[in-house]
């Protein structure tokens, strides 16, 4: 799940992480009233305007405005950023749309550095991330010049060791042309172990600051805030929900995890019911390799109700861009019969208009097929995955 | 011989009173897996009932803690099915009595708790297969997990893989070729784990009973690289592999934790080409999994 900038920073201020200064507006309004705000509050004439999307890459594609003309110019730039489609590297062409600003302090920025933590699955731990190459793509960054990025790895009983983040502090001389570079070199190692304590209390799976800056003071600022979570700890994360923006989610998806459902958009035609990720994706591969074209990855789970499996089936029924169906099925937990009642019972409430094949395997699947055949339901057996595919593939074709 | 069960496995399921815990204990029960005990913290003294192969009744006692229930039953295996924030401290409990295999059904536990729970049984001799996976079989002999006992048979072949029901897809289709299964091991879809393929490649490799295995795999990390690179240089039997999520959209997540191509790598294409390079045959289909094995067998 990922979170809106301002509301990472929140979660940095309350673990004592320096960040400027700055209030969220929905409107034009409120842009005006907390740019007037921050300019008494800080006695700063330059404020930032930040659109606030779910997306990377703001600033280049014009989400970011620097205003020094105080709350009348932050309002004209406001009314054009609100409801603008923010196209990024990381959006899409459609881009996002604004709806959220963040009105932040300028700060009198010196160096502009970056800094992030990520689960490194390989090593088993947090790996915490820095280069001197802040405020822009990191991706280009690893791709291009990897030697500038510095790697410390975060054991999980003891924590980010203060040699560690000293370590990175040196690397990236932190404390180059500051009033006290000592100073600033402990700044950034305490914003640093915070930072780590953050990300394991907060159960995130990504944390970056990019760009982490050295103000002309020689303070270290988080400049931007960039957080994500693991879904898994959602449970002991009552507060997720309110965090959680819907405006940035794709409507479906949203909907699939509402029912407890796995399930991801695809471009194609034919719409996919399957048990088990692994047997949902090589699904969808198989369609394109019979030179077919998957309309979305759909994993029922194992434990699903006949409900679930109904919602599931409505959801591909309901989409307008699908013209077949492909349902693959290999019952482990998951029985045959309870699909093939959710299939059913769907398909009762909301009609069948396009081909479906159905191909059933594994607990229960002599039910499953006795249900299915008693439905009167015009359904194309198959008895392999591949022969699935091909009867589905065929089917869209002579549509 | 088989790999990490046989018969002799004596088996302790955490978790055994709640609805997953009691389906499948029974389902084990009745493919013939001896299980021992139960654990569910406060249901101790209680019993659990099921029906072996034989039809004969079988009462399994329940205890609140796993050192005990080792103490009074010499359960030598944990199947751990507790919902997912609870899991990990189930596996430290497991573990902390020393158990030689812990195998973790539940999906969903945060990752966060896995880098703990994999810091913690660093350098213990106990193994752990999972979380959020099928388990292990070894057909007509153990059974600890949720796969369809009835599909596997007796047999040589191994099967290693990230997915459960692949891994069904791949017995299915082992079986209707005549190929029996030595053991079939399900390592799970999440992003930090207990074995992987590496590991459980060695251990086939060691097996005198093990005459080829079939290796699946997905999109996400580079477990299967890694499995790859030993194929390659220490493998001396035959590998068929397959990896799902060629057609995957990078940045999403497959419903697998783990599934994902992030930052251009993990992809399918990758994977395939690294286990071609080490000499596996990659099977273009996943209806092709079992006939590509057979292709490399006797020549």
Redesign the interface.
């Known amino acids: 799940m990922k979170i809106h900038e301002y509301q990472g920073k929140q979660i940095f201020q309350r673990y004592g992480i320096p960040t400027p200064k700055g209030y969220v507006a929905f409107t034009a309004a409120e842009v005006a009233e907390a740019t007037q705000k921050l300019i008494e509050e800080t006695k700063i004439g330059v404020v930032v305007v930040k659109a606030q999307i779910h997306a990377g890459g703001r600033g280049k594609g014009g989400g970011v405005k620097v205003v020094k003309g105080g709350a009348a110019e932050a309002k004209a730039t406001a009314e054009k950023l609100l409801g603008m489609q923010l196209i990024t590297h990381q959006t899409g062409p459609e881009g996002q749309k604004v709806q959220r600003l963040y009105v932040e302090q300028g700060l009198d920025i010196a160096r502009e550095l970056y800094l992030g933590l990520v ?1 490194d ?2 090593e ?3 790996a915490v991330m820095a280069s001197t190459e802040g405020g822009v793509e990191i ?1 280009t960054v ?1 791709e291009k010049t990897p030697e500038k990025i510095l790697t410390e790895h975060v ?3 003891i924590g980010l060791g203060a040699y560690q983040a000293r370590k990175l502090a040196y690397a990236l001389d932190i404390g180059k042309g500051t009033p006290n570079p000592k100073e600033t070199i402990s700044a950034f190692v305490s914003l640093l172990q915070k930072l780590t304590v953050l990300f ?1 209390k907060e ?1 995130c ?1 990504l944390c970056e600051i990019n760009p982490l800056v050295v103000t002309k003071a020689g303070q270290v600022v988080a400049l931007d805030a960039k957080i994500n979570f ?4 959602a ?2 994360h009552k507060e997720w929900a309110e965090l959680m923006d819907k405006a940035e989610e794709d409507p479906v998806e949203l909907e699939a995890k509402d029912a407890g459902l ?1 399930y ?1 958009s ?1 471009d194609g035609d034919i719409g996919c019911l ?9 699904t ?6 019979v030179g077919g074209s ?1 309309a979305n ?1 759909l ?1 029922v789970g ?2 699903a109700t006949k409900d679930q499996v109904k919602k599931a089936f409505s959801m591909i029924l309901s989409s307008p861009k699908v013209k077949g169906i492909f349902v693959n099925i ?4 998951m029985k045959c019969d309870v699909i093939a009642e959710g299939v059913v019972a769907a398909t009762k409430e909301l009609g069948l208009k396009v081909p479906l094949v159905v191909r059933l ?3 229960n699947v002599e039910l499953g097929k006795k249900i299915l055949a008693e439905s009167g339901l015009a359904i194309q057996p198959a008895d ?4 699935g ?1 091909k009867k589905i593939v065929a089917a869209v074709r002579a549509v | 011989m088989a790999i990490l069960v046989d018969k002799n496995t004596k088996v302790l399921v955490q978790g055994i009173t709640g609805s ?1 815990g009691s389906f ?1 204990a029974k389902q084990c029960i009745a493919y013939g897996t001896q299980i021992v005990a139960g654990v569910t913290p406060n249901r101790g003294g209680e019993t659990f009932e099921a029906v072996d192969p034989d039809g004969k009744k079988v009462v399994v006692p329940v205890f609140d803690t796993v050192a005990e229930a080792v103490k009074q039953t010499g359960a030598n295996t944990s199947c751990i099915f507790v919902p ?2 609870g899991a990990a401290d189930s596996i430290l409990e497991a573990f902390d009595s020393e158990l030689g295999l812990v195998v973790c059904i539940t ?6 708790d ?3 729970v ?3 049984i660093e350098g213990k001799k106990g193994k752990l297969v999972g979380p959020n996976c ?1 388990g292990v079989i070894t057909p007509g002999a153990c059974k600890i997990g ?3 006992g009835h ?1 596997h048979r007796v047999g040589k072949y191994g099967v290693v ?6 891994t ?2 791949a017995v ?1 289709q082992l079986t209707a070729l005549g190929m029996g299964q030595s053991t079939c091991v399900g390592i799970g ?1 999440d ?2 784990a207990g074995l992987d393929f590496v590991d459980v490649l060695k251990l086939f490799n060691d097996d005198p009973d093990t005459e080829g295995v079939i290796m ?1 795999g ?2 996400g ?2 477990a299967e690289e890694r499995g790859a690179e030993f194929i390659g240089k220490y493998m001396k039997k035959p590998v068929a592999g ?1 990896i ?6 990078p940045g ?8 994902i191509i992030s ?1 251009g790598k993990g992809t ?1 294409k990758d994977k395939i080409a690294a286990l071609e390079a080490a000499g596996v045959r990659v099977a ?5 999994m079992g006939t590509t094995l057979k292709s490399l067998i006797g020549r």
């Open positions: 689960m699955r390989e088993r731990r947090i991706e690893a054991d999980p009983v394991e159960d799976s693991d879904d898994n700890a449970g002991r796995s991801v695809l399957v048990n088990g990720a692994g047997l949902a994706m090589s969808m591969d198989i369609i394109q390799h998957p990855f994993d194992g434990g290999f019952g482990g937990i395997e594994g607990t392999t995955m591949s022969d595919a | 997953a499948h997912p924030l999906e969903g536990i945060p990752v966060m896995m880098v703990r994999r810091r913690s099928p949720i796969m369809p599909i893989s990230k997915s459960g029901t692949l069904y897809e299915g879809g992003p930090v699946i997905e999109i990390g580079n397959f799902a999520g060629t057609t995957a959209p999403k997540r497959m419903g697998h934790a783990g599934a930052g399918a273009p289909t996943p209806s092709d």
